[in-house]
């Protein structure tokens, strides 16, 4: 079985649990995990299972507005982050507009700052309705993980391959 891992990242927090996801899964699945900018249909093609996930932006999944509010944090020299390679590229948002539709199973994650999702708001919210609305049977609830100050949980990574070995377990 083929599982696809998209992500979109900004720090690199969600780059690190879309490699954990891609792990978790990888004993029951042929595993490619990449950057929501090189996400085209031919990596789609044959998928089992399509796992997408972003950061949570003002409540949501990313707007280039966000995207370039977190570039201009990292021009601060006391902010001590560093934006990934595509992190101004096009985001899960824009590649969702143009995506065709699709017959696979799908789950959805995020990361977001710790605390009450009421209040820190979950991109994997959105992220679930829009791979619903694009043809995906969802296999599993929306994930959150956690972000404390400017750095994934202490537990987050495995936390996310517990999360998708469970998944995998349940797809085989």
């Not at 249909?41 to 997408?52: I, N, T, Y």
């Amino acid at each position: 079985m083929r599982a696809v891992v998209v992500y979109e990242s900004m720090f690199g927090n969600t780059h690190h649990i879309a490699d954990a996801v891609g792990t978790g899964l990888a004993p029951g699945f042929d595993v490619t995990v990449v950057p929501v900018s090189r996400a085209d249909p031919e990596v789609l093609r044959d998928a089992d299972l399509v796992v997408v996930g972003g950061p949570t932006h003002a409540h949501g999944m990313s707007r280039p507005v966000t995207r370039r509010g977190a570039a201009q944090m990292t021009a601060k020299p006391q902010s001590g982050q560093s934006l990934e390679p595509e992190a101004l590229a096009p985001g899960l948002r824009e590649w969702f507009a143009g995506l065709g539709t699709y017959h696979a199973k799908a789950a959805a994650f995020d990361t977001r700052a710790a605390g009450l999702a009421f209040f820190t708001g979950r991109a994997s919210k959105g992220v679930g309705r829009a791979l619903r609305r694009h043809g995906f049977d969802l296999a599993a609830k929306p994930e959150s993980f956690l972000v404390t100050g400017q750095r994934l949980g202490p537990d987050e990574e495995d936390r996310a391959k517990a999360w998708a070995a469970h998944l995998a377990s349940q797809l085989s």
